[in-house]
């Protein structure tokens, strides 16, 4: 039994956190080390870079010609040519060549009459100093070249190394400790897919922070995985502390459990700072000192443990180098639908942000902190602040940007019904029409059908069943849209059924079963063509809800539904044949429906809808489709209906 | 003699260059290589990433607390509260911990009452699947992670280890064999500052573009420097394309001269496509292939060599493995001055850029290509297309930048006079003010006050004597500011005097003697406050322009006034005490002048403008200014005059 807890400190304020950081740690800097130039690229100069010296460090001739004295060569002109004498009076010069003792001009070869191997002439005077680059013309030695805290970039090596500055000084790499812990983690070293049991977690997050600290421009050593024991976590940290490491980083621990050591560990050799921060992702950061040593407490889930580094680790250790804070575009976007929000809590909302007639529109994408994935689909970020309860739909916020803005406008916005072959999709776009995209989210067919209304969509996938004549889509479509011109495209024929367990232990045969068997049915969202084709069905049978247990329990995706079988979570699901495939489970037909896309007139002629379209009638793609099975490709691609 | 002569093929334009390139060679592609994704940051993926294992890969506790069978609590309030059996009913979970069989929600231990070691107590059933993380919700077995092409970031390498995905297939880095020809060339390896003779030219092309090449993602390997020399050079090449390099880049000799050995190297190993496209810096540019393999010759002038590689070589890079073009953040900026251009080529204008009353304004760097400073003072590049002229003062045109908008913000814009304290002032700040800086650029005192007017910098340096009182600046404020309300803040007093060389060989003792011993004068801009002390000067001894020999010879700042005199241009030049020391040159004083800064009222109370005035006033720039000798600090800092 475990029930010792430890308690949050007062939370307190992202801002409030970030100035406490600052206050006890912002002095530190990483110390200071030599390099030559050729591999100092990315670093800070520790002290002014003077240079030694000149560029050129002679008058250098700027064309291929003959050096003159300038002098020697007025009044020469078309009617009265002067000639000169190779030797004497012009010396032949490449350019970059140091001029002759006595010449201070350059007549281009081009402007020559050779009259014999020792005498040129000349139709026009030089005037003095053309055609040279001067002594001291790009660089004069003893100048200043770059002020401390300069980051040397490709062209600053080139000034040093043309200034005489052969090494630097320049601002060390922050060194920082990770020390993963968690009983149940496993180092991807260690596992195979195969080989994992419920229960084991592969280690992600200290992978993922390494990444970043060298995005901060740190080097990240990993300290072998701990278990969750209070004296092996502490001796980790004591150790890294005296090492010298600049920043040492627990992850995982820093919440409020009964197992989580980070806050007794640095209680017992230093000091906390802060202990909790009202945001989401990432409110059970800690943070405190031990000496002079910052130690932080990273939270365990993906998202709260990169929000809580980019928050507060990552800025304080470009500080350290006297790195300015990295650049984040934003844009103004408008929420494609309301967003919620908690007061007292300041979130970091992640959104797709599509451009749709001629507006960024954003969806939000799930808020769990454990789900890495709601950020590497992301397009952005909007932070909404504590005292903010939720943002209206359509109203324009800031967004920073995780992907460039010109990827977002070469992206197709795809929304409503879900189905498979959108990814197969998604990777066909880029082999066939590099720098385009698609970003699909899944509302369901309805769902899609009300965004294409709000224009905040390119196109939505659907498969709405009209139960009095049978066909799919075209009612809805009179129906709900009937002011917006658009064309229905076949994307696929598909097979939707019922998704069982392996072996299909209660032997469903028919649909009917599901009720008289009293098998556990995991149900999709109101307004998915799904949900609908699954309430039809149980009419046709005489059934209703009632008689389904579990018709309450809904998801959003078929994937997701094969998964509530294949953990056992249902016996039953409706969905398409390709989901149970995948995940290796039984299949009993119950209907092949048509899955198209909707899109408007306006949309259709974009040159991005089209690069798609071309892609859906590729045969590759329809090989592709094929070959995850569940699928038919006879009319993928075709016009079925117009509404103009 | 070396008369023989390449020719330029037709010169070609940017674009149809661009063109050109990437007909013959933009289908290349990188191999394929396998990386442990631990290893793949900044990678791409050459194959979609699928997920094989679902994450989590069980139902979770998603807090601590116990997990129960959510029917078992139904029917609990707080007037009837319902007790749980540790171990039967309801069992200890941690946050992340597998959901024990038959549990389907977790009651937070929060919201238990403990009523003995094996039984608690709850107020309000739980829902089913409250509180769970349920499997598959961030990753389902089968999902596509990513699809091909896409660019793995940090928290990209989360996702895939979460997914299972452990190790990933991507482009392989493209090998670049950088090759440095010209005998004039030194390496910086074999070099002191002390050994170079005049003539001797730091090669820093290779460590540019091999600089470069790591921001667009390759890997350079810079082959030993060669002489100009065909075999040898033609040798070099034919090995890198035998080795499998994906590009090869001749740097130097790809211009017309009889020592330009690129073009017959290619042209005897493969073929030209291009040699001369119209823009400037990096015109010589020449590409053409060996077989499959692109070969550049490269330009020797650094901006030139940074130019082509910027527009053509680098593009090339990035395609080969799939990565989209750098992103260039664009700016409109407006020309403080006018700007000439030739008409057919398209010039890369390197400019200063200020924030100043609200607008960026832009001032141009020196043209030459040669001067690698032009980039690395640049805060951006304007591009002015060969059919444009020029650009008017004040219109907008498009730069795009080299420096954060940030920077360029927090940036003061000092023009007017030069001197040498600027440049410490530049460090200083940075010392004091962190994320503060400071630009100058130089066009003479009086410059400097018209610039004022026009509202092109936030401040000016002045040091211009008004011969009929001896006083300095405020006259000239009163007659060519009357409508701007400006403070006069003097900066340092410095000693102005004649730069001699070293050990005076004319044995200058007075002003008048350049006149009557008849030395090489080296003379500053008109409108320059040394200038107008000149003339000045020349009066008061009865003396004028016609009797000094090199008086139209002029310098825009004091240093290129000491390196005239030091490279024997000229035997004397007046400029300023801290030039002639800075390269150990002799120094006749002839006036203490007040160098001062004129700041509009408009400008003075900006936080950056008085963290630059703070500075200024502090001891340690005062140290720093008496160090470089020939200054006086008595009245540094200090207000003189304000004309509101």
């Given at each position: 039994?475990?029930?010792?807890?430890?308690?949050?400190?007062?939370?307190?304020?992202?801002?409030?956190?970030?100035?406490?950081?600052?206050?006890?740690?912002?002095?530190?800097?990483?110390?200071?080390?030599?390099?030559?130039?050729?591999?100092?690229?990315?670093?800070?100069?520790?002290?002014?870079?003077?240079?030694?010296?000149?560029?050129?460090?002679?008058?250098?001739?700027?064309?291929?010609?003959?050096?003159?004295?300038?002098?020697?060569?007025?009044?020469?002109?078309d009617e009265a040519p002067k000639s000169l004498t190779i030797g004497k009076t012009a010396f032949w010069v490449n350019t970059g060549q140091v001029l002759p003792d006595g010449t201070n001009a350059v007549i281009m070869i081009e402007h020559l009459n050779i009259l014999d191997e020792n005498t040129i002439g000349i139709e026009a005077p030089a005037f003095p100093w053309q055609y040279v680059r001067k002594m001291g013309e790009d660089i004069v030695a003893t100048q200043l070249l770059f002020p401390r805290d300069h980051k040397i970039n490709a062209y600053a090596m080139g000034a040093l190394l043309s200034g005489g500055v052969f090494k630097v000084s320049v601002r060390k790499r922050p060194g920082v400790l990770i020390i993963p812990t968690g009983s149940e983690l496993k180092r991807w070293q260690d596992v195979t897919p195969e080989t994992m049991k419920p229960g084991d977690v592969v280690e992600s997050n200290a992978t993922v922070l390494t990444a970043l600290c060298a995005d901060h421009g740190a080097d990240a050593t990993v300290n072998p995985m701990l278990e969750d024991d209070l004296q092996t976590i502490q001796a980790a940290?004591?150790?890294?502390?005296?090492?010298?490491?600049?920043?040492?980083?627990?992850?995982?621990?820093?919440?409020?459990?009964?197992?989580?050591?980070?806050?007794?560990?640095?209680?017992?050799?230093?000091?906390?700072?802060?202990?909790?921060?009202?945001?989401?992702?990432?409110?059970?950061?800690?943070?405190?000192?031990?000496?002079?040593?910052?130690?932080?407490?990273?939270?365990?889930?993906?998202?709260?443990?990169?929000?809580?580094?980019?928050?507060?680790?990552?800025?304080?250790?470009?500080?350290?180098?006297?790195?300015?804070?990295?650049?984040?575009?934003?844009?103004?976007?408008?929420?494609?639908?309301?967003?919620?929000?908690?007061?007292?809590?300041?979130?970091?909302?992640?959104?797709?942000?599509?451009?749709?007639?001629?507006?960024?529109?954003?969806?939000?994408?799930?808020?769990?902190?454990?789900?890495?994935?709601?950020?590497?689909?992301?397009?952005?970020?909007?932070?909404?602040?504590?005292?903010?309860?939720?943002?209206?739909?359509?109203?324009?916020?800031?967004?920073?940007?995780?992907?460039?803005?010109?990827?977002?406008?070469?992206?197709?916005?795809?929304?409503?019904?879900?189905?498979?072959?959108?990814?197969?999709?998604?990777?066909?776009?880029?082999?066939?029409?590099?720098?385009?995209?698609?970003?699909?989210?899944?509302?369901?067919?309805?769902?899609?059908?009300?965004?294409?209304?709000?224009?905040?969509?390119?196109?939505?996938?659907?498969?709405?069943?009209?139960?009095?004549?049978?066909?799919?889509?075209?009612?809805?479509?009179?129906?709900?849209?009937?002011?917006?011109?658009?064309?229905?495209?076949?994307?696929?024929?598909?097979?939707?059924?019922?998704?069982?367990?392996?072996?299909?232990?209660?032997?469903?045969?028919?649909?009917?079963?599901?009720?008289?068997?009293?098998?556990?049915?995991?149900?999709?969202?109101?307004?998915?063509?799904?949900?609908?084709?699954?309430?039809?069905?149980?009419?046709?049978?005489?059934?209703?809800?009632?008689?389904?247990?579990?018709?309450?329990?809904?998801?959003?995706?078929?994937?997701?539904?094969?998964?509530?079988?294949?953990?056992?979570?249902?016996?039953?699901?409706?969905?398409?044949?390709?989901?149970?495939?995948?995940?290796?489970?039984?299949?009993?037909?119950?209907?092949?429906?048509?899955?198209?896309?909707?899109?408007?007139?306006?949309?259709?002629?974009?040159?991005?809808?089209?690069?798609?379209?071309?892609?859906?009638?590729?045969?590759?793609?329809?090989?592709?489709?094929?070959?995850?099975?569940?699928?038919?490709?006879?009319?993928?691609?075709?016009?079925?209906?117009?509404?103009?």
């Amino acid at each position: 039994m475990e029930t010792k807890r430890n308690v949050y400190l007062n939370m307190v304020g992202i801002q409030q956190a970030q100035d406490c950081l600052f206050e006890k740690f912002g002095h530190l800097e990483t110390g200071v080390q030599t390099l030559d130039v050729v591999q100092a690229q990315n670093r800070v100069l520790a002290a002014p870079a003077v240079a030694v010296i000149s560029s050129p460090n002679f008058h250098a001739a700027a064309m291929d010609g003959v050096a003159v004295d300038a002098e020697s060569t007025f009044g020469a002109n078309d009617e009265a040519p002067k000639s000169l004498t190779i030797g004497k009076t012009a010396f032949w010069v490449n350019t970059g060549q140091v001029l002759p003792d006595g010449t201070n001009a350059v007549i281009m070869i081009e402007h020559l009459n050779i009259l014999d191997e020792n005498t040129i002439g000349i139709e026009a005077p030089a005037f003095p100093w053309q055609y040279v680059r001067k002594m001291g013309e790009d660089i004069v030695a003893t100048q200043l070249l770059f002020p401390r805290d300069h980051k040397i970039n490709a062209y600053a090596m080139g000034a040093l190394l043309s200034g005489g500055v052969f090494k630097v000084s320049v601002r060390k790499r922050p060194g920082v400790l990770i020390i993963p812990t968690g009983s149940e983690l496993k180092r991807w070293q260690d596992v195979t897919p195969e080989t994992m049991k419920p229960g084991d977690v592969v280690e992600s997050n200290a992978t993922v922070l390494t990444a970043l600290c060298a995005d901060h421009g740190a080097d990240a050593t990993v300290n072998p995985m701990l278990e969750d024991d209070l004296q092996t976590i502490q001796a980790a940290v004591s150790d890294g502390v005296d090492q010298g490491y600049d920043m040492v980083m627990i992850l995982g621990g820093s919440s409020a459990g009964s197992k989580d050591y980070s806050k007794p560990v640095i209680e017992n050799l230093g000091r906390i700072y802060v202990h909790g921060v009202t945001m989401m992702p990432g409110k059970p950061l800690m943070f405190g000192g031990i000496g002079d040593t910052p130690v932080f407490g990273i939270p365990g889930y993906p998202v709260s443990a990169i929000v809580a580094f980019e928050m507060f680790a990552g800025p304080l250790l470009l500080a350290m180098q006297h790195l300015p804070p990295l650049k984040q575009e934003v844009v103004a976007v408008s929420p494609v639908r309301k967003v919620a929000s908690k007061l007292g809590r300041e979130e970091f909302l992640r959104v797709k942000i599509g451009a749709v007639d001629g507006r960024l529109m954003s969806s939000q994408l799930p808020r769990g902190a454990g789900s890495i994935t709601t950020l590497t689909e992301a397009d952005g970020i909007i932070r909404i602040p504590q005292h903010v309860e939720g943002i209206e739909a359509g109203k324009k916020v800031q967004a920073h940007l995780l992907r460039p803005l010109d990827a977002i406008e070469n992206t197709v916005v795809i929304t409503g019904s879900h189905d498979n072959t959108l990814d197969l999709l998604s990777d066909q776009i880029r082999l066939e029409h590099p720098g385009m995209g698609i970003s699909s989210s899944h509302v369901g067919s309805m769902g899609g059908l009300m965004t294409i209304k709000k224009r905040g969509c390119h196109m939505a996938g659907c498969h709405l069943l009209d139960p009095d004549d049978g066909t799919y889509n075209i009612s809805y479509i009179k129906k709900y849209l009937p002011d917006v011109p658009v064309r229905l495209v076949n994307l696929v024929m598909r097979q939707q059924g019922l998704i069982l367990p392996k072996g299909n232990p209660d032997k469903v045969k028919r649909l009917s079963d599901i009720a008289e068997k009293n098998v556990t049915f995991i149900n999709r969202q109101p307004g998915s063509g799904t949900r609908i084709l699954f309430d039809f069905s149980l009419k046709e049978n005489g059934l209703s809800a009632a008689d389904v247990s579990g018709y309450e329990n809904e998801e959003y995706t078929h994937m997701s539904v094969a998964v509530a079988v294949l953990s056992g979570r249902a016996g039953a699901g409706l969905g398409i044949k390709a989901a149970a495939l995948a995940l290796k489970l039984d299949f009993l037909p119950v209907v092949t429906e048509s899955y198209d896309l909707v899109i408007p007139e306006i949309y259709y002629h974009l040159p991005k809808v089209q690069a798609l379209i071309c892609t859906i009638q590729s045969a590759e793609f329809k090989q592709r489709v094929m070959a995850l099975g569940g699928y038919g490709v006879e009319q993928t691609g075709e016009e079925l209906f117009r509404s103009v």
